[in-house]
């Protein structure tokens, strides 16, 4: 039972459940006093009993012989008969004053669910607290008369007295649930997670009594955060810097975290932001030297010269270093994120497991993720439920995220009753029953209290906790708006508000902890400091790059060629491979399709002939993970494959137990870990690519259940994946794998949108293929790894292909001597100058145009495939085309017009053919219309627009 259901003085709540019991199975059986009171109870004080036998009790079924009250066999009875000792008590207390009891336990249990919406949360005071029917003593029957008379409650509240009046329960009820700090935390199902904090906070009227050290280090550290803001509106008048002014508080409550975190174990803390605030905590939080950032407004580049890239905006860019708190070392490190304000939080989740994997942090207490949110995105912001619900999934779980919200009260300028359709922004957090603390940012002490409760609940539960703050922007959105075209009366209030740290300040002065002007010297102190690196910044150029360092020591730059990598496998070691993923533990009870599909696997073994997609997928990550080399892959099917062709988790058709053949390759191997993941495409990428940014040296990949399936990552690709190499010097080497192809399955199962994908391309930010043999995807998926460098890999996957005839590869493909080849030639043996026409293609239209190729006997018509469109691959093309210096050349393509490689290749081989010299001077057309959708829903219409491509390809218009 809940140790907090005490609350009948001198009576045992267990003896008075029991009764209720007995009352249920026969009323008769109690006596008349106790007879008339459970009679008269309500559904709510009903309730009350209940919870007194635990949340899982339900009422006894009638027996057929009465249960006498009292006796041997009774409970609360002693052995020789006599009444118990809680009976006896019990008999001095009257019904009426055990049923006032109970309304008052409601009471506090409302309190417990609803004293929040009775805070003083506003530091503007907007929005005014309410008073809700179930706070109000009056709803219980309690009048004015009732408030000094005593409860028979038990030292429920740490009152220190077994019968309070109702006086002092209220203001104990008030001071610890509605306050400046208001609890959400009575939707948890978890007894013991409840129990805790309701246990925290009572036990100390939710407020931390702080130090007089404690108190000086808070204003400090507002301080300096206020003086920050002051200083750069003073030097860069109109700039853009998003500043924390009215929410200065956040700068001690990150603090917080952090030092009570390192304190209960936490050795690295990953942290995701926005831009409201962003510059304070890069500087006075993550310690990035304030000279370097007034470089930034400058107009300097934050990269050193020797550095190539885009670069991004000061308020986009992350930074690391390392900060003591009382003796406890923890690395910091701000991820850089785009203006999609919370796409970075998956990603920072990402990282942080693979921070933890790094660690052997198995109880996943030594590395932190903190999530720095604003209120509307925190509710309007999808990606925001998406990476909630990652947290506590096995594959993706990092034991629970702190969640901190700087609640501006307003979105650019959208008020909270236009941006969301709950009372709190918070409310989203609720599904994972995460508890939510709401607190003034005007009272520093609170906003402190509550970052030490949020970290220690973590580091207990490893679970995601909110800490939602209120603020206001003192100055709009930015500093170049004027809020007051929206918002009039709320910038009315703000322009007479005084600042936290003025309002901290003189709070400190009326305790007697600072002398008279002790604040303005701070403020003089810290502007001294930011003037003298102010001066420092004229001079100052970035003269090292952190990003090669740490997990990426010994990777480099990538440098122009082929950059084949050493990819090939010994044909021993394939054979092993091959005969692990061929074969299940005995006794495993294999489905007998899947049977039949290991007998065929093991005799492309056998004869080194036939090796289809999947297996030379399998054979690619086995020979990794045999190289030490972890491999990870996710998606929503991906254990089985979408289209019944990976099977790298085989279930037993008696018991579902799991094996994987390729975690039981050698004793030594690295680990291969494959995840079906949840039905989000914008979080598990972003979770992959957070993990694929802080572990190089794993092969990380994500599957798209259909390639149209990845437009809703589209953010992480457009601002992330393509881009972040350039924009913030952070590699990833992540693979996505996307199935691609026409076959007639209408517009949403047909195409990835290679197109996107190749429009994103440049400065040499990622690799896109489109591959037609297996032993073409081993290789590119080795390479990932096998090279000095990181780029992501975009990989156009097959759906039709997996169980052609044709798309098969040999055995020596893989082994010695082999690579990837990024232009596969013609493999007929054709007489090149007689060749008049060249098709180019990529990826399954091949097969289309060599069946039909063959079915017209054409021996003048060569086929050159492009394994790899970007980076575009000229030479191996030119030498190849060199072959046909007579032959026209075409492109042709599945995909629409405008769809599809054509729009973005066509330059290139035009380019390419001007300086080939030969009689080509630019490529024709071959393929689909142009076309809004990306191809149509009927087999009908798809087979012959699909037999009119091939005929436009081999044989002209």
């Not at 860019?317 to 939080?345: C, K, M, Q, Y």
């Not at 037993?652 to 995840?675: G, T």
Request: proline letters at 6%.
């Amino acid at each position: 039972m809940d140790s907090t259901s005490s609350f009948l003085s001198g009576v045992d709540p267990i003896f008075v459940a029991d009764l209720y019991a007995r009352f249920l199975r026969d009323p008769n059986t109690v006596e008349g006093s106790w007879r008339s009171l459970f009679q008269s109870l309500g559904d709510d004080e009903r309730s009350v009993l209940a919870d007194l036998n635990g949340p899982s009790w339900t009422p006894p079924k009638p027996k057929e012989a009465p249960e006498a009250p009292t006796g041997s066999g009774a409970k609360g009875a002693k052995p020789n008969g006599k009444a118990s000792n809680a009976e006896t008590v019990a008999a001095g207390v009257t019904p009426e004053e055990i049923k006032r009891s109970l309304k008052a336990w409601l009471l506090i249990r409302a309190y417990r669910v609803r004293g929040h919406l009775l805070c003083t949360l506003d530091p503007l005071g907007i929005e005014k607290p309410k008073m809700n029917p179930d706070l109000d003593p009056a709803t219980y029957g309690f009048t004015d008369a009732d408030l000094d008379r005593p409860i028979y409650i038990a030292d429920i509240l740490s009152l220190g007295t077994e019968s309070p009046t109702l006086r002092q329960i209220l203001e104990r009820l008030r001071r610890t649930y509605s306050g400046h700090v208001g609890v959400e935390y009575m939707h948890i199902q978890d007894p013991d997670q409840r129990l805790w904090i309701q246990q925290r906070i009572e036990a100390v009227d939710n407020e931390t009594e702080f130090t007089r050290e404690g108190k000086r280090a808070i204003l400090e550290r507002i301080t300096a955060a206020e003086t920050f803001e002051r200083f750069l509106g003073t030097k860069y008048v109109g700039t853009k810097r998003f500043g924390l002014d009215g929410g200065e508080a956040l700068v001690p409550l990150i603090e917080q975290v952090m030092k009570r975190g390192g304190q209960l174990g936490v050795k690295e803390i990953v942290v995701g932001m926005a831009h409201r605030g962003r510059l304070n905590v890069l500087t006075n939080v993550m310690l990035k030297p304030f000279h370097a950032l007034f470089s930034e407004f400058q107009g300097n580049s934050a990269k050193p010269e020797d550095v190539q890239g885009s670069g991004d905006v000061k308020y986009h860019l992350g930074t690391s270093a390392d900060r003591d708190f009382d003796g406890n070392t923890i690395h910091l490190s701000l991820t850089p994120n785009p203006s999609h304000l919370e796409v970075v939080n998956p990603v920072v989740l990402g990282k942080v497991r693979a921070k933890q994997m790094q660690l052997g942090d198995t109880e996943r207490e030594q590395v932190l993720p903190v999530l720095l949110h604003g209120d509307a995105a925190f509710a309007g912001q999808g990606v925001v439920a998406e990476s909630m619900m990652l947290s506590e999934l096995k594959g993706y779980r990092v034991g629970g995220c702190v969640h901190i919200i700087v609640n501006n009260q307003i979105g650019f300028t959208t008020t909270p009753s236009y941006s969301r359709s709950g009372p709190y922004c918070t409310d989203v957090a609720k599904m994972v029953q995460a508890p939510i603390f709401h607190v003034n940012g005007d009272d520093p002490e609170a906003v402190v209290h509550v970052a030490r409760i949020a970290t220690e609940f973590r580091q207990r539960f490893k679970k995601d906790v909110v800490l939602d703050m209120f603020c206001y922007r003192r100055f709009g959105h930015n500093e170049g708006d004027e809020p007051a075209f929206t918002q009039p009366v709320m910038y009315r209030l703000i322009k007479d508000h005084p600042t936290t740290r003025e309002i901290y300040a003189k709070r400190l002065e009326a305790e007697g902890l600072l002398t008279a002007g002790e604040a303005d010297k701070l403020v003089a102190d810290f502007q001294a400091k930011l003037e003298a690196e102010f001066e420092t910044a004229t001079s100052y150029k970035p003269n090292k790059a952190d990003w090669l360092e740490g997990a990426w020591t010994g990777l480099e730059t990538a440098k122009p060629g082929d950059r084949r990598g050493e990819t090939s496998v010994s044909t021993d070691v394939l054979k092993k491979i091959g005969a692990a993923i061929s074969s299940v533990p005995n006794g495993f009870a294999v489905n007998p399709k899947i049977a039949r599909q290991l007998q065929a696997k093991a005799k492309m073994f056998e004869t080194g002939e036939g090796i289809d997609w999947a297996t030379g997928e399998a054979l690619a990550f086995g020979s990794l993970v045999l190289e030490d080399v972890p491999v990870r892959l996710s998606g929503q099917d991906a254990g089985r494959g979408t289209f019944s062709q990976r099977h790298a988790v085989l279930h037993d058709q008696e018991n579902e137990q799991r094996y994987i053949a390729l975690q039981h390759l050698d004793p030594s191997q690295a680990q291969f870990e494959v995840h079906d993941s949840p039905l989000s495409e914008l979080a598990v990428v972003g979770f992959e690519y957070g993990i694929s940014l802080a572990e190089p040296k794993a092969l990380v990949a994500w599957e798209a259940q259909f390639g149209d399936f990845a437009n809703m990552a589209q953010p992480i690709f457009d601002q992330f994946v393509s881009s972040g190499e350039s924009k913030w010097l952070r590699m990833s080497g992540l693979v996505l794998l996307l199935p691609h192809g026409y076959e007639g399955q209408g517009p949403e199962h047909s195409s990835a949108r290679l197109e996107r994908f190749l429009q994103m391309s440049g400065e040499d930010n990622w690799q896109v293929v489109n591959c037609t043999t297996p032993a073409n995807y081993f290789h590119v998926l080795r390479r990932q790894i096998r090279r000095t460098f990181r780029k992501p890999l975009v990989v156009m996957t097959p759906k039709s292909l997996l169980r052609h005839k044709l798309a098969v590869s040999p055995l020596k493909d893989f082994a010695e001597g082999s690579s990837f080849h990024r232009v596969l030639p013609e493999t007929a043996s054709l007489d090149g100058k007689k060749v008049r026409r060249v098709v180019l293609c990529s990826g399954k239209v091949y097969y289309d145009l060599l069946a039909d190729r063959e079915a017209r006997k054409l021996n003048d018509v060569a086929i050159v495939r492009l394994e790899q469109l970007y980076p575009y691959p000229e030479e191996p093309l030119m030498d190849e085309l060199k072959k046909y210096p007579n032959a026209d050349v075409v492109w042709c393509q599945e995909e629409p017009e405008n769809q599809g490689a054509w729009y973005w290749i066509d330059r290139r081989l035009e380019r390419t053919l001007e300086k080939l010299g030969g009689k080509a001077k630019r490529p024709a057309y071959a393929g689909r219309a142009e076309a809004a959708a990306t191809a149509t829903g009927l087999l009908k219409k798809h087979n012959l627009e699909q037999a009119a491509l091939l005929e436009a390809a081999l044989v002209g218009k």
